[in-house]
């Protein structure tokens, strides 16, 4: 190998090991950033917390119908989402409402329509979070992802306030 590459190559060497030594040290820049909120990509949660679309400020979870989209919220702050939803259908509607959580199960098997509930977790009566299909409406529950429902069922406890808007 002649001087000159064996030089390039020690030189790369060099930098490649200041830039991986260095990645532990990196310190974002205090500047607003280039997206508020942060860029909207599905599973990445905001890089500055953005307002709940709910006006009640103790809300912990927050539905907006005419979107199909669901968030956690912390003091009025999201903390996750938006996240896909489906709800009731004409005549079985998820009303608007402020309600709290009852109760929650893991695993529930609805006896009304014969079918599993996974990640439950129940609100105004008879209606719950759960996974489902969320391209499909409902008997009123509040239809979400794998990942939204099972979100929702370790952040919220019985008694929390949740808020259904339109």
């Not at 030189?11 to 090991?17: D, E, H, K, L, Y």
């Not at 006006?55 to 903390?79: H, K």
Request: aromatic share 10%; proline share 10%.
């Amino acid at each position: 190998m002649s001087k000159r590459i064996f030089g390039l190559a020690a030189r790369f060497a060099a930098m490649a090991a200041v830039a991986v030594a260095g990645l532990g040290t990196v310190v974002p820049a205090a500047a607003e950033p280039l997206f508020p909120g942060g860029p909207d990509v599905p599973g990445v949660p905001a890089l500055v917390p953005t307002a709940s679309p709910c006006p009640v400020v103790e809300a912990r979870a927050c539905m907006r119908l005419s979107t199909n989209e669901a968030w956690l919220v912390d003091n009025g702050r999201v903390v996750f989402g938006p996240t896909p939803i489906s709800h009731g259908m004409p005549g079985f509607e998820t009303p608007p409402a402020v309600t709290r959580i009852s109760f929650k199960r893991e695993f529930h098997w609805s006896t009304m329509h014969n079918a599993p509930m996974r990640w439950a977790t129940f609100f105004n009566g008879d209606m719950a979070f759960h996974v489902g299909p969320v391209d499909s409406q409902s008997h009123g529950c509040v239809r979400m992802t794998e990942d939204g429902a099972h979100r929702f069922f370790d952040y919220l406890n019985p008694g929390d306030i949740t808020q259904v808007i339109v």
